[in-house]
């Protein structure tokens, strides 16, 4: 216990550190002007005005991360339930594998964001493309770590399963899918993370609202500290999320191994 | 512990196998793996096959469950032919392959599960192998929570609680260290005296096949063909240094082939 308080200090003090020469380096000693570089006083100021105001971009920090969060999650969900399920059949049976894999492997390798311009052609800049470039990178995810998942089932188990006299989709849901379980959960974890990224590079291109905009609007008008204002929502709902996933993936693995 | 029998080997016999052969092709070589191999099980005997390692022991063990068909003879169980994988054969493997995802209860039960039993009679049957296995109070322990010689009894419970007409034990003991296995074997010995079953035991110790077996059938080396059969028939629970223990240990040592 107190080797942990130890360490949690030094991590505490090492944020503080840092904090600290921001400091320094803006209010202390100006080495920055307050259109590059505010200080970390104004940029905390910045934060809380944000929670209330709607200046200068139209909404309040909170309706921006709603908007962001809407997004995120349609076309997450999206991604897992159409993923997982095509990953899962892809491994199990050969016909799926050979139809699907092909043009799997051909838009596996393009990073979700490269979709941004042909989603906005389609779609417009609405809710639309946005969801579908999150759709096809948390899909990615999914769908490889399902697919990976069922086909790391042991074959000594699938025997046990036969020898029982269990059908073809006994052996699916009740041997494949359970040993694959902790992988696909991998899958939405990373899947959440890559969602996230996706949503705000593509807000950062087009959107009229979300923390993307927010930060690009922002930019637009020297306003550096709503920007940080800005990243540090990003990061810390990004890792709300993060850690969200990996808590339901705990309950539903961990209780079992 | 004396349990001496009140146990009868039948003499039909429940499983048969005639002109067993197998071989497959690997880098464009045919490999004969088994070779003319015929025998049978009696009801309620244990029959243990005896080979040096990697002999084609397990093989032919998959072939009688039909999981890797064999590619010559016929196999028959209670005289009917042995195609396809099924619960009348139920097999226990050297790495003892409990699912870790389910509860000593849920491996145990997986078989009848299958069958579409339902809940409460189930439940029933599982409970009684778990008792007779010795796991009374485990059944809600996933299997990394068990010790190797733990584990291998739910691996038992699991195959006799789907009351299979014959049972194939892998080198069951053979992942255990040697103090487990020893008792195992006592173990397998007292489960198998109080519910009788056909069983064929797959092994390439041979204090384990001579304490356990009602007949022996030594195997060669690759391909493997039936070497010999001696019969076991000195009372059980057996002591390894009895003489007439160790007078057929020297027997069957005597006819096997040196080392190469």
Known sequence: MK????????SFLSVLTFVFIWWTATDLLKLTSPTTLPSPVKVFQSFIGKLYQTNPDGATLLQHLASSLKVALSGYLLGVFIGVPLGILMA??????????????????????????????????GLMSKTMVIFLSAFVACVINSYSGIKSTKPVHLWVGETFGAANWQLLTKIAIPTAVPMIFTGLRVAIGASW??????????????LGFMIQQARGLYRPDIIIVGMTAVGISGAIL?????????LAVNRRR | MCLEPSREIMTNSVIKCENVSKQFYSDGEMVQVLEDISLEARENEIL????????????????????????????TINGKKKTKPGPECGLVYQTIALFPWLTTMGNVEYGLKVKG?????????????????GLEGFEKSFPIQLSGGMKQRVGIARVYCNEPDVM???????????????????ELERIWQTEKRTIIFVTNNMEEAIYLADRIIVLTNCPAKIKQEFKVDFPRPRNITDPEFLKLRKEITGILDPLE
């Open chain 1, 3 to 10: 080797k942990i308080n130890k360490y949690t200090l030094i």
């Open chain 2, 168 to 186: 194939l034990l892998d080198e069951p003991f053979g992942h255990l260290d040697a103090q487990t296995r020893y008792l195992m074997q006592e």
């Open chain 1, 92 to 125: 199990w049976y050969k016909p799926v594998d050979y139809i699907v894999t092909p043009l799997f492997d051909l838009i596996r390798p393009i990073p979700g964001l490269a979709w941004t311009p042909l989603m906005i052609l389609l779609f417009g800049i």
């Open chain 1, 242 to 250: 993060a850690w969200l996933v990996g808590l339901l993936e705990k």
């Open chain 2, 48 to 75: 243990v096959i005896f080979g040096p390692g990697q002999c084609g022991k397990t093989t032919l063990l998959k072939a009688i469950a039909a999981l890797e068909p064999a590619t010559g003879g016929t196999i």
């Open chain 2, 117 to 133: 039993m339902g809940k409460k009679e189930r439940r029933e049957r599982a409970n009684k192998y778990i008792k007779l296995v």
């Open chain 1, 197 to 210: 990224n996706a949503l705000i590079a593509a807000e950062l291109l087009a959107s009229t609202r979300g």
